[in-house]
């Protein structure tokens, strides 16, 4: 049997949709789906302000950009993310600044993040791994004692809480993907939720729109529109719109869908935990309301991982591994770092092994994986 690590869920709206799209004549940016796909967001997730982008990447791009970090700027972020949450400081000349991360939620740890800090220090980027978030409410409190902006990297935590708000709405700007590898999908696109105010509003929508105010001229703010700061195309085809907002209406659907896969893998591995041949797993803390967006086990050493990892693999499973710690990466070494600076986080870029887990997986073939995964579990524990 061959099992996916991931696979698209699709609801059966989306060919409608794209149709309804292709038929109103504007299929460029801020059509008709895109305005459908805002509003659902912010009724859904309790939003302010919603804006797309062309990709999660994006989103974070203009966070940064809208909140004028620059040249010596440092933002505090984990090292256990994407490159994208680094790359968005360093391409304005700002500084990633890498904490640790806590082994309850693989969050920013906000005790290191205070260590961390410099007169420097422009914004926190907590990232909201695996559809469970970090402890925003401390890493607000801190935000708010050193009068620093907060951008929540939240792509993978679309719809997931922390003590009942939505994560994406704690900070200045929440940044999220709809990547196809996410819950909800448009193949590439990603959004911004701004949580500070409407001068902030004003000035994400200039950058957003090639440096213009168009968005002020649609709304009969201004009778013409002119080139008014730096910007660049972030605004995604209503086509890609069309699509997420078919997903984005079956929400409730995919999250309990997902819900059942994953709570199945944490019960049958739970034992593994007790019995200590597991270091952690996927959890959902108190507090914490998930998306379910990925399962993983962390492995108390490389080798057993490896061991595991291959034997999954050469069943047919899409077991991997996830980030490479960007403390440690080429571009980590080139801003100073070793792999030794952030210790938990190395341990658990060497241990921690994802599942394969996609919104339509059959109990079939999710019976598969947690029998292959026995098997390897005693090829190692015997």
Same mark, same amino acid.
């Given at each position: 049997?061959? *099992? &996916?690590?991931?696979?698209?869920?699709? @609801?059966?709206?989306?060919?409608?949709?794209?149709?309804?799209s292709l038929n109103t004549g504007n299929i460029a940016g801020d059509g008709m789906f895109d305005e459908k796909v805002c509003r659902l967001l912010e009724d859904r997730l309790d939003i302010n302000e919603v804006m797309t982008t062309t990709s999660g990447t994006h989103a974070l791009e203009l966070a940064i950009m809208a909140l004028e970090i620059g040249p010596g700027d440092q933002v505090v972020m984990p090292s256990f993310t994407f490159p994208s949450s680094?790359?968005?400081?360093?391409?304005?000349g700002g500084i990633p600044v890498?904490?640790?991360?806590?082994?309850?939620?693989? #969050?920013?740890? &906000?005790? =290191?993040?205070?260590?961390?800090?410099?007169?420097?220090?422009?914004? *926190?980027? &907590?990232?909201?791994?695996?559809?469970i978030g970090c402890k925003m409410d401390q890493i607000m409190e801190i935000a708010r004692d050193n009068e620093i902006y907060v951008v929540e990297d939240a792509a993978q935590a679309v719809g997931s809480k922390y003590? =009942?708000?939505?994560?994406?709405?704690?900070?200045? *700007?929440?940044?999220?993907?709809?990547?196809?590898?996410?819950?909800?999908?448009?193949?590439?696109?990603?959004?911004?939720?701004?949580?500070?105010?409407?001068?902030?509003?004003?000035?994400?929508?200039?950058?957003?729109?090639k440096?213009?105010?168009?968005?002020?001229?649609?709304k009969g703010e201004v009778d013409k529109y002119t080139w008014v700061d730096v910007g660049s195309s972030y605004a995604p085809s209503d086509l890609l719109m069309a699509l997420l907002y078919s997903q984005l209406t079956h929400m409730k659907e995919i999250t309990r869908k997902r819900r059942i896969i994953s709570e199945r893998y944490m019960e049958k591995m739970t034992p593994y935990l007790h019995r200590g041949h597991l270091f952690s797993m996927s959890s959902v803390p108190e507090n914490f309301e998930s998306n379910y967006h990925n399962f993983y086990v962390v492995f108390n050493d490389e080798e057993k991982?490896?061991?595991?990892?291959?034997?999954?693999?050469?069943?047919?499973?899409?077991?991997? *591994?996830?980030?490479?710690?960007?403390?440690?990466?080429?571009?980590?070494?080139?801003?100073?770092?070793?792999?030794?600076?952030?210790?938990? @986080?190395?341990?658990? #870029?060497?241990?921690?092994?994802?599942? &394969?887990?996609?919104?339509?997986?059959t109990m079939e073939e999710q019976e598969y994986v947690l029998r292959e995964f026995s098997l390897a579990m005693e090829g190692i524990h015997g």
């Open positions: 049997m061959k *099992i &996916p690590f991931n696979k698209v869920y699709l @609801t059966g709206d989306e060919i409608e949709y794209i149709s309804q680094a790359n968005a400081v360093m391409l304005r890498f904490a640790e991360i806590e082994k309850e939620t693989l #969050g920013l740890d &906000p005790e =290191d993040v205070k260590r961390k800090l410099t007169k420097n220090t422009k914004a *926190i980027m &907590p990232v909201h791994y695996g559809g003590k =009942d708000k939505f994560l994406g709405t704690w900070g200045d *700007i929440g940044c999220y993907s709809f990547h196809g590898t996410k819950n909800f999908v448009s193949g590439e696109g990603g959004a911004m939720a701004i949580n500070n105010g409407h001068e902030l509003t004003v000035k994400a929508e200039i950058l957003r729109q440096g213009t105010n168009r968005m002020q001229f649609l991982r490896e061991s595991v990892r291959k034997r999954l693999n050469h069943r047919g499973i899409g077991a991997v *591994i996830h980030f490479v710690p960007l403390h440690a990466s080429p571009v980590g070494a080139k801003l100073g770092y070793a792999s030794q600076d952030l210790d938990f @986080t190395d341990k658990i #870029g060497r241990t921690l092994l994802r599942l &394969p887990l996609y919104t339509d997986m």
